[in-house]
């Protein structure tokens, strides 16, 4: 039986560009185990200053807009322009089994195959906000292995969907052209962060196109935009002809202009902190679940809401008022 990989030898293959060495980089920081764990942040360490010198983006859109379609084929314009391509692919996990078809790679079959390409389907184990919980470091060790274009393509579950432009430079919302009316354009939520709005399918009805996109940039007006300094746009296009791909190229280019990269590394520094606060958060939880008087008590308190004697909010206030947490210095 051969011995686990280490940390060093793992990192060495993804700075190698090895996509056999990421795809496993990518499995270890998934994993929820102590030791891979110990393994995943000693890899991650060795990488990070690798890191950072990517173009990322997020596509999201509700179930049926064509994320994946367009990311393929966005994705092979890019890779034939010679630029090296990641896809992290989202897909929504069974509340029941807790399983995932995982079929994005099978629907991005010549995008997969491509040499300047590296696609990696994830299950989103029931995480809200249309990403996974590790998104963020396989982010880091696709740029690590060289990939300069992350394309993050979330679940697809409605305007709650946010999360995933907490990770990514530039924040796509995808719509199709009937896919509502001007009360439904000028929601808030998901609209007022993204950063371009792509009507697809335009081929299908170019006049249902035109009349979303006057929609979409009548209500767009009506917010702020989602970073200073920059006008976010709305156009059309055909993922399957291939119209519209050079116009969301130019925005792209035109997103990450050397003038802009400032207002980018702000934003970096700030998601860095909002990353730093979530893994603390769910590390907390998960150190409380470790200690045995911990869980007694939480089960306890479960059963009482369980039979309605109390509420949820009454019993996690018990919880926390008796609660003794011992402070002691950093190592």
Request: negative net charge; aromatic residues 4%; contains cysteine.
């Amino acid at each position: 039986m051969s011995s686990p990989i280490t940390a060093d030898v793992l990192a060495q293959g993804v700075l190698d560009g090895n996509r056999r060495h990421l795809a496993r980089a990518c499995s270890l920081v998934e994993s929820t185990t102590a030791a891979d764990r110990d393994v995943a942040a000693a890899l991650l360490e060795r990488i990070m200053p690798h890191t950072g010198h990517s173009r990322r983006l997020g596509m999201t859109g509700s179930p049926g807009v064509g994320k994946s379609t367009l990311v393929e084929a966005f994705g092979l314009r890019l890779c034939e322009a010679g630029r090296r391509v990641a896809v992290l692919a989202v897909d929504p996990s069974s509340r029941r089994t807790g399983g995932s078809i995982l079929g994005d790679k099978v629907r991005m079959a010549h995008l997969s195959l491509h040499d300047n390409a590296f696609v990696r389907p994830s299950p989103s184990r029931l995480a809200l906000g249309g990403a996974t919980s590790t998104t963020r470091e396989c982010i880091l060790l696709c740029e690590a292995a060289g990939y300069d274009t992350i394309i993050v393509e979330t679940v697809g579950v409605g305007q709650s969907e946010i999360d995933v432009a907490d990770m990514v430079d530039l924040f796509l919302l995808l719509v199709l052209p009937t896919a509502g009316d001007d009360i439904q354009g000028i929601k808030r939520g998901i609209m007022e962060v993204a950063d371009a709005v792509v009507v697809t399918k335009a081929d299908i009805s170019p006049e249902a196109t035109r009349r979303a996109i006057a929609m979409l940039k009548g209500a767009l007006r009506l917010m702020l935009p989602s970073q200073e300094g920059w006008n976010v746009p709305v156009l059309g296009l055909s993922a399957v002809d291939g119209d519209g791909l050079a116009d969301l190229e130019a925005v792209c280019d035109g997103f990450f202009d050397g003038s802009r990269m400032s207002a980018i590394a702000d934003r970096r520094a700030a998601q860095r902190i909002r990353w730093f606060d979530h893994v603390l958060n769910d590390r907390l939880l998960d150190l409380l679940g470790e200690r045995t008087d911990m869980r007694a008590m939480l089960d306890e308190l479960r059963a009482r809401v369980l039979d309605g004697t109390v509420s949820p909010a009454a019993a996690l206030h018990r919880f926390f008022s008796s609660l003794t947490i011992t402070m002691r210095p950093l190592p």
